[in-house]
Each structure stands twice: as C-alpha cells, then as structure tokens.
C-alpha cells in the first residue's frame, strides 16, 4: 500500500480523484490533514488528521501511526504533518518526500524551531519526487543527506499537451508582445527585466505583468508603479485571476516571455508555454533552467536580450518531443506506477 500524506489543494486534491478515478491505480491511501466537507463524502480510500490536531490528539496519532505501519512507500506532499513524522523517524526511510521547490529556499537562513525539525525530518527521508533533478541535488547538498531521486512530472498541472503548439516567426512583427513574471513574489525580480527590455521599448506594443498571484500587496504596488513609469500606457497589470482555459488562451498571445526568478518558481506556467511554442528567457543560475537545459529543452538564457535585442526568431521545434518524453500524460501515469510497484 503507498500511503499519500498531504493537506488537500489545488494540486493535490485533482490528484487524488485522477490517480483513483481514472489511472484507477491499486494500493493507494489518503490521509489528509484538515476536515471533510461534502466533497468528500463518497471519497474511498481517504482518512482526516482533523483540526484543530490537539483536540483530537490520540485518534490522529494512532490514525497516523496505522497507516504509516501499514504503507509499504510513504508519500510526504511538501511539508503535511512533519511534526508526526518526527515523532516517528523509523518511516523515514520508505519515505518520499515530494520536493515543490520553494520550500527548500526556505530553509536557508531561518532556524526557528520548526525549520529545524523540518529540516531533520527531510534529512531522514530515502527517496525525493520531482520532476527536476536540480531539487533533488540541491536538497541533498543543503541537508546532507543521501536520498534516491524518482522522476515524475508530480501533478497534473505540470502535464502539457502538444496539439496547440505553434512557433511563430516575430523577428518581422511591428510590436511584440511581452509578458514578465508570474506573481507578486519579489523571487520574480521584475525590475531587473524592466531595465533589460527598456532599451528595446520601441519594439513592444505592451507588456504584461501578471500580478493576481501572491500576496506580497507592497511590492505589487511597488512593481506596478515603476512598469508605468518605465512604460506607460504599453504596461498592463494582470490582477485578476483567470481559469486555466482562459490564462492559456491569453498567454498564447504572448511573443516574448522573461523570467528572471533566482529559484525555481513557475513550472507550471513555463511547462504550458512551451507546449504552445512561446520563446522563452530565463535566469540560467535557476535548477528550473538547468534541468530543462540537461534535457534538451529550447530555452534562453536572459542575458541574450541585451546582446540581440527583443525581435529575434529563436529555434523552439525541439521543445515539442521533449514534451512528449517528459511531461505527457503517458509520463506522468507510468511514473506514478513505478512509484507504487518500488514500494
């Protein structure tokens, strides 16, 4: 049995009714930490850690402890119920740990108490699961640990499709198009590409910065304030949130897009970028970069806007079977096999 520990999300709860519904793969379990709605009335193979932890405290550590006793494989989604899995280090090691990303630059330089036992706790766990090996690496070198990397694109919204991609030719375009940033993370760096693109403002009919992501409220009106300055009327604020038809269907509009993330942030925007045959420059310094890189993807460092300016055709045709390798829904169920079959 592999026994998925995880707080149900945007990510995770799609996941589940997937890997049930219709991969319909054998040998799962869900404990969830929260408490059930209606949603999950008819949920087969779900059990709850309930909230508030405390007021239930013996059923939800003998729940936990049952199942975690039981489980062949653990799966440990981000950081759901650490302090439980410290309590009892022995199911560390058929644990594995799903790596989103930005959790392991949170542990740098913090060292509450929590960020201790986190740590601790990651340090302990055999296996990681992610699409990037970089995070894999990473987390060992930060934790100095020795952890077996598995390879899955991790959940669904890092699954792309190819039937929309279409590179365009956009060196003979009169104004482009230009999106910058995913969210309101200062990690997104926008003034550093506002001073990359401002000497080709001439070749930009407007720029769009999507900012209904995140809660950093000063440094979105911050941001805001400087793209008009630089800008005017041809910066454009994306403040409100759109489903994940209609964010495809307007960033497929898109020329050009700059990341300038100094992590790995915004996979899943990226992912679906290259599936539509978009250009794409990112930080190199990133395991995002690098990883896509190592694996054959076309994208660009950065740094080639200042040398060649914004109008130029960039080879994207490989990015299309790289797709298809890594990130198809054929991918993405056998990897979640394999998974279940190593447990």
């Known amino acids: 049995m592999t026994l998925h520990v995880a707080i149900p999300d945007k990510f995770t709860r799609p996941f589940y009714h997937y890997l049930t519904s219709e991969l319909k793969l054998e040998g799962q379990q869900f404990l969830f930490l929260g408490n059930p709605t209606q949603e999950w009335a008819n949920a087969q193979n779900v059990q709850w850690i309930q909230t508030p932890i405390k007021s239930q405290l013996f059923q939800n550590l003998n729940r936990f402890l049952s199942l975690t006793r039981k489980a062949n494989r653990i799966v440990l989604h981000g950081d759901a119920l650490i302090v439980f899995f410290a309590l009892f280090p022995w199911i560390l090691k058929k644990t594995a740990w799903v790596i989103y990303g930005q959790e392991l630059y949170g542990l740098q330089g913090n060292h509450s108490f929590f960020t201790r036992l986190r740590k601790w706790v990651y340090r302990q766990v055999g296996y990681h699961i992610t699409h990037i090996e970089g995070d894999s690496k990473l987390a060992n070198q930060m934790l100095k640990s020795n952890a077996k990397w598995l390879y899955s694109p991790m959940y669904l919204s890092n699954v792309t499709t190819v039937s929309d991609f279409k590179p365009e030719e956009i060196a003979s375009k009169s104004g482009l198009k230009i999106m910058v940033g995913n969210s309101t993370d200062p990690a997104n760096n926008h003034q550093n590409i506002f001073e990359m693109i401002l000497p080709y403002k001439d070749q930009i009919d407007q720029i769009y910065c999507p900012l209904s992501y995140g809660s950093y409220e000063d440094y979105k009106k911050k941001i805001t304030a400087i793209g008009k300055d630089y800008f005017a009327e041809k910066f454009v604020v994306i403040d409100q949130f759109m489903d994940f038809e209609t964010y495809k269907k307007f960033i497929n509009q898109m020329d050009v897009v700059i990341f300038d993330h100094h992590r790995q942030e915004a996979m899943g925007v990226t992912l679906t970028l290259l599936s539509l045959g978009k250009i794409i420059y990112m930080n190199p310094d990133t395991t995002s970069y690098e990883s896509l890189i190592h694996r054959g993807f076309q994208v660009f460092d950065n740094q080639l806007i200042a040398q060649h300016g914004l109008k130029v055709n960039r080879e994207v045709t490989h990015n299309k079977?790289?797709?298809?390798?890594?990130?198809?829904?054929?991918?993405?169920?056998?990897?979640?096999?394999?998974i279940s079959q190593q447990s």
Request: hydrophobic share 30%; net charge neutral; with cysteine.
């Open 321 to 338: 079977a790289c797709l298809e390798k890594y990130y198809s829904h054929e991918v993405f169920n056998q990897s979640w096999k394999q």
